[in-house]
């Protein structure tokens, strides 16, 4: 299995409340992405990385913010949390030009806004 | 943009039925496809990729090949087992661009009975 990271497993937090998730990979690998998953919508990109300190937005990335400061690990940031945002968030990594961009998947993040 | 599109679940079969599962994209270029697979609170796994047309990806049985001709890619397995309940979606990545994404489709649950 690739070794990918997430933390927490399992979190609740209050509306209005900052909430930071890590995902921390040891594969080296340049891409990384936060997805989230939720019922009816499938997976939606919120934001990926594709180097250090470099990061584009996704889909649904109003709400959110991300920074990569070393290859291993991206952090993804509610910066004030609300009810819409619970859901279960999924890092992945990605090497695109060897391997035909096949994605490698953490264990998911469920977070609960009350 | 890069999209799927997949059949809407959910899709229940009988054991040892023929399983079809249909997806399609929109793309510029010539983007990897993939299918993966999620079983019941776990992250997504590789299931299969083609990663330029008129390849056929296959494992566990499953099989699907890449037609540029009608952007289709559909999942495709001749005797499914209970074990194959699951959720699968199909997603495609643009192997060539430096900041790439990976665009999944909304997902198809797959109930097997006994």
């Known amino acids: 299995d690739a070794g990918i990271t997430q933390s927490p497993r399992h979190k609740v937090t209050e509306t209005g409340t900052p909430v930071t998730l890590r995902c921390h990979q040891t594969?080296?690998?340049?891409?990384m992405y936060w997805y989230r998953q939720d019922p009816g919508h499938g997976l939606r990109l919120i934001h990926y990385?594709?180097?250090?300190?470099?990061?584009d937005k996704g889909e649904v990335s109003d709400g959110y913010s991300v920074s990569r400061s070393k290859t291993e690990d991206f952090l993804l940031t509610l910066e004030s949390a609300t009810s819409s945002q619970t859901s279960v968030y999924f890092c992945?990594?990605?090497?695109?030009?060897?391997?035909?961009?096949?994605?490698?998947f953490g264990q998911g993040t469920r977070l609960t806004v009350v | 943009g890069n999209s799927v599109t997949q059949m809407e679940g959910p899709v229940t079969l009988s054991e040892e039925a023929f399983l079809t599962i249909n997806c399609t994209y929109t793309?510029?270029?010539?983007?990897?496809l993939f299918w993966y697979v999620q079983y019941p609170g776990e992250g997504l796994q590789l299931l299969l990729k083609?990663?330029?047309?008129?390849d056929k990806g296959s494992n566990k049985g499953f099989e699907a090949t890449y037609r540029k001709e009608t952007t289709s890619f559909h999942l495709e397995k001749g005797s499914v087992q209970v074990s194959d309940s699951a959720v699968y979606f199909c997603?495609?990545?643009?192997?060539?661009?430096?900041?790439?994404?990976?665009?999944f489709g909304s997902g198809t649950r797959l109930s097997i009975r006994p």
């Open positions: 990385s594709y180097g250090v300190k470099d990061t």
């Open positions: 793309a510029t270029g010539y983007p990897s």
């Open positions: 594969e080296n690998h340049r891409y």
């Open positions: 083609a990663t330029k047309a008129d």
């Open positions: 992945a990594i990605s090497e695109i030009k060897s391997s035909g961009g096949e994605a490698f």
């Open positions: 997603a495609l990545s643009d192997s060539f661009s430096s900041a790439s994404k990976i665009i």
